[in-house]
Each structure stands twice: as structure tokens, then as C-alpha cells.
């Protein structure tokens, strides 16, 4: 039964994938690991590279399956979900952000931003304002009509942050994302997320190389030897 106060469980979560070399075992990247994070709390997983951090955040989301465990978010086993109902949940309870800015290349800010909303389910009155509102409090109230080749690094992953708390999701998940930003940008792309996804209550797992980054957040864990553990 999941407990109402936990947003993300994950319970005995393995993975391996296919060795690089002919007749060498599979390569284990996760085992056994187990995960409860609680409805609005902040959580930074940061470890070696290659050590399967981007992997965990991808099972925890549900973009990657496990080879066994199980994964419970905001009380739902995704196991449980069809890829139709996995992808309603997701637009409608997750959002995503990524080293990479990604944006619809041809679409504007704002556009890239309310599509996010119409997809889960807003109205085009209802994702204009919300994807305005957002910009606006991101910095971006004159990038509104600009499309990703006219904005700096900073400022798509900005577009990003709107878009990924556009349909005030339960959880964020964030992979690196100000890996790829310079000091300054990096320290103010820090500050917005962590201020509005303290606002809003919502609950973000975070990977980063960063320890800085790691220690403002409510828990780090550090993810050795194909196992989670508190702390850096």
C-alpha cells in the first residue's frame, strides 16, 4: 500500500545491459537499489561518471525499464501502466530537464513551453497564461517570441525550467542541468529551479556532477559500486 506522504518509491531496482566484449557476462549497473523520497523534498544523486546515475533517474521516471523491481510514483505502480496511460501520467505528473536545452527548434519560447500544457491536457486559454506566467518568472518576459537559435544557453534552459513546471507536476526530474552552462548562468539556473520547485511543493530528483549544487538540496546520495548510500 503506498504511504501518501512518499512521491517516489522505488523498491529493489537492478540493471545490467549487454557486455561490450564477446563472451563476457552482462554488465550490472544497479543492484538491489531502494528509494523513498518524500512529497516535496529535494534529492541530489551525484557519483563517478559511468556509474549509472542518468540510468536510475531514467527507471525512476519511467523512460528506462529496470530487469527487476518495481517503481511507484505519486502512488502508481508505472508497471501497472500501458505506454498510453504511461505517457498521459508522465505529461501530466512529471516534468524533465536535461543537460541539454532541448527545444523544438522551429517553435518559440512560449510555444515550446505551452505545448508542454496542451499535451497534458489545457486548454489553448489556459496554456497561454500558464506558459506566460512562467516565463515571465523565469526572466524571459521579452524572449517571449524568440526561437531557440536567438537565445543564449542560459536562457533556453530557462524555457525548459517553464516548461518542465508548466503543468505543476508532482516530480522533476533533472539529469545535469547546468552541465552544460558557464559559473554564472550555472549559479542563477540553480537558484531559479530549486526557488520555484520550493514554491510550487514539488518533488525533485537531481543528478549532478556538482557537489555545490548537491549540498543545497534536502538529501544527497551518492551512488557507488551499483548501490545507493547517504551522503557525499
Do not use: W
Not at 66 to 87: E, P
Amino acid at each position: 500500500m503506498a504511504n501518501s506522504f512518499e512521491c517516489v518509491h522505488l523498491s529493489s531496482i537492478t540493471k545490467s545491459f549487454p557486455a561490450t566484449q564477446a563472451g563476457d557476462s552482462r554488465l550490472m549497473i544497479l543492484e538491489g537499489i531502494s528509494l523513498v523520497i518524500k512529497h516535496g523534498q529535494s534529492v541530489a544523486i551525484v557519483g563517478k561518471s559511468g556509474s549509472g546515475k542518468s540510468t536510475l533517474l531514467e527507471i525512476a521516471a519511467g523512460l528506462l525499464e529496470a530487469d527487476s523491481g518495481t517503481v511507484m510514483l505519486d502512488g502508481v505502480l508505472l508497471h501497472d501502466l500501458d505506454d498510453r496511460k504511461k505517457a498521459i501520467f508522465r505529461a501530466q505528473k512529471m516534468g524533465f530537464i536535461f543537460q541539454a536545452s532541448y527545444m523544438l527548434a522551429d517553435f518559440t519560447a512560449l510555444e515550446n513551453v505551452k505545448i508542454a500544457a496542451l499535451i497534458a491536457g489545457s486548454s489553448p486559454r489556459e496554456a497561454h497564461a500558464a506558459a506566460t506566467d512562467l516565463l515571465h518568472r523565469v526572466g524571459l518576459e521579452k524572449r517571449l517570441h524568440h526561437t531557440s537559435d536567438k537565445l543564449s544557453g542560459g536562457e533556453r534552459q530557462r524555457v525548459v525550467i517553464a516548461r518542465s513546471l508548466v503543468n505543476n507536476p508532482a516530480i522533476i526530474f533533472a539529469d545535469e542541468p547546468t552541465g552544460n552552462l558557464d559559473e554564472e548562468n550555472a549559479a542563477m539556473i540553480e537558484e531559479l529551479l530549486l526557488g520555484l520547485v520550493k514554491e510550487r511543493n514539488a518533488t525533485l530528483l537531481l543528478v549532478t556532477h556538482n557537489p555545490q549544487f548537491a549540498s543545497k538540496l534536502d538529501r544527497v546520495l551518492t551512488l557507488r559500486e551499483r548501490t545507493l548510500v547517504e551522503g557525499m
